[in-house]
């Protein structure tokens, strides 16, 4: 996905939990997992979170009957995979920590916005290009 290997690892892994513990479920144990990274692994990874996301939304579609298997079987990963430029990553834990203070004004807050927002726009592109001409 968008190049990545561990990418295609935090997308489906964040669709398969969303679709067996739920959705809040799922973006905890992403998030979870890029806090663990920010105090002893390769950092704090808002691209990594986007793959969550992105995952996550993924598997609603498909409990929700919107992705078909007919579909899956031309499954093409940047269709549900946003842009990743300029998202942060590599961030330590001295970093990370002041931006999940502050609820809603945070910076994650903040982050998390914009990659919902990439989200619904990759979505709408993808119907705007599947619906049928009048």
Known sequence: MRGRHDLAQHFFLSAYLAIIVGEVGAEAAGL?????????GSGFSYVDLE???????????????????????????????????????????????PQLQGGGT?????????????????SSSRKAKVAPNH
């Open 32 to 40: 979870m997992k890029e806090v663990s990274d920010s105090q002893s």
């Open 51 to 97: 793959a969550d996301l992105a995952g996550i939304a993924f598997g609603r579609r498909v409990l929700k009957g919107e992705v078909s298997l007919l579909k899956l079987r031309s499954f093409v990963a940047n269709d549900y995979m946003p842009e990743i430029s300029g998202l942060p990553e590599g961030l330590t834990w001295k970093e990370v920590r």
């Open 106 to 122: 945070s910076q994650l807050a903040s982050y998390r916005k914009e990659i919902a927002q990439r989200i619904d726009r990759l």
